[in-house]
């Protein structure tokens, strides 16, 4: 198949035009968002959901993220809405914040992997809600990259993984938060958070005072528990070199690295010029919103390095650091080294 390029920085109507109309015939289409670049397909349609499984490679049992252009779309996606879901929109929509809630009769059974229940999202990022508008559908969509690489965050990425497999990209900018939405199950006794994202527990807490962190956010499942989240529990943005996670100081992380072969690092920007094995910074450690947009790329970067192991220095777990965090762990499968 060949794959339609839109560009949408120097002629952004003809790029949402057409990709609405791709759209609205079950084809499959590439998206920018401010978090990342999403795969879009109609949610009411289990063949184009499909479409995009096949693309992707996803497991079938993960399910997508329906995005809609405005509250009132709501209804259509879910049902039996909790007047909490209502309070969280005003807070946080349109944003980087994703809802679990009972699944409404329309939406492709395909979409929510066989669940009872669905995530929604009502994006920030204008060429999305422009597409939604446009086409008059809410589109699932999962990161446009291949199931187990590191999320997109430019159209370059997607491009790397995607093409000749999806109907067309709209070509944007690169993604301004860099990390998945927040997703936050409002479904059962308490509110749970199963992946952090740029809105942080902090803000999240304001509105939901007794919100639960999902074990799945820090830790590895054991064999036999089950993921609130299908998503956590696969293997996810792994670079192909081994990559271990070192939590420390900056100075004992110089040290560390520096005394190891055939290894590379990454760093942040306080320790660059200290350290004398290949490495590539990904931001100031003071500066977690940084860290969360340049994570992914410098993910898919590591293995042009040439080495046996990359370092990873661990992020702050603070605000939208835990974000960070929870996807370096997960690209490192869990190997963390504590200086
Ligand atoms: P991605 O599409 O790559 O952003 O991944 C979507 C994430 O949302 C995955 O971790 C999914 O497991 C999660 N998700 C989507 N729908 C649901 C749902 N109905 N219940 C729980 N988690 C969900
Ligand atoms: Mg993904």
Redo the contacts with the bound molecule.
């Keep these: 198949m060949k794959t339609l390029k839109l560009d949408a920085i120097n002629d952004y109507e003809n790029a949402v035009n057409i990709a609405s109309e791709i759209l609205v015939s079950g084809g499959i289409v590439a998206v920018p968002t401010e978090t990342v670049y999403g795969l879009a397909a109609s949610a009411f349609s289990d063949d184009a959901i499909r479409s995009v499984f096949t693309a992707k490679g996803r497991p079938q049992d ?4 329906v995005h809609i252009a405005s509250t009132s779309m709501l209804g259509d996606i879910a049902k039996d809405i909790p007047e909490v879901a209502y309070e969280c929109a005003k807070a946080f929509w349109p944003g980087p914040f ?1 809802m ?1 809630l009972p699944k409404g009769d329309k939406i492709a059974d395909s979409v ?1 992997g066989g ?1 009872q ?3 929604v999202r009502f994006p920030s990022e204008k060429t999305i809600c422009d597409i939604i508008i446009k086409s008059g559908l809410p589109l699932a ?3 446009a990259n291949t199931s187990g690489k590191p ?1 997109p965050t430019s159209a370059s990425h997607v491009i790397d993984d995607l093409d000749g497999k999806i109907d067309a990209v709209v070509i944007g900018g690169d993604c301004a938060v860099g990390v ?2 927040t ?1 936050v ?1 409002l479904i059962g006794e308490s509110p749970r958070l ?2 952090p994202g740029a809105v942080t527990p902090q803000q999240l807490r304001k509105v939901l005072p007794n919100l639960v962190i999902d074990d799945a956010v820090l830790e590895q499942l054991k064999d036999g528990q089950t993921a ?5 529990k696969y293997k996810h943005y792994a670079p192909r070199t081994n990559a271990i996670l070192v939590e420390g100081c900056s100075n004992s992380f110089v040290k560390f690295v520096n005394e190891k072969t055939d290894c590379a690092a990454i760093c942040f920007e306080e320790e660059y010029y200290n350290i004398l094995v290949p490495k590539i910074s990904y931001g100031s450690k003071r500066d977690e919103f940084t860290l969360a947009q340049k994570v992914f790329s410098v993910l898919r970067d590591i293995d042009d390095l040439g080495v046996k192991e990359v370092y990873i220095h661990a992020p702050s777990k603070d605000g939208v650091g835990l974000a960070v965090y929870n996807r370096l762990i997960r690209a490192c499968g869990f190997n963390v080294v504590t200086l």
């Excluded at 993960?62 to 993220?65: D, G, K, M």
């Excluded at 609130?228 to 956590?232: C, D, N, Q, T, W």
């Design positions: 993960n399910p997508l993220i994703t679990v929510s669940l229940t669905v995530a969509a999962p990161s999320s998945e939405s997703v199950s199963l992946r609130a989240s299908p998503g956590m």
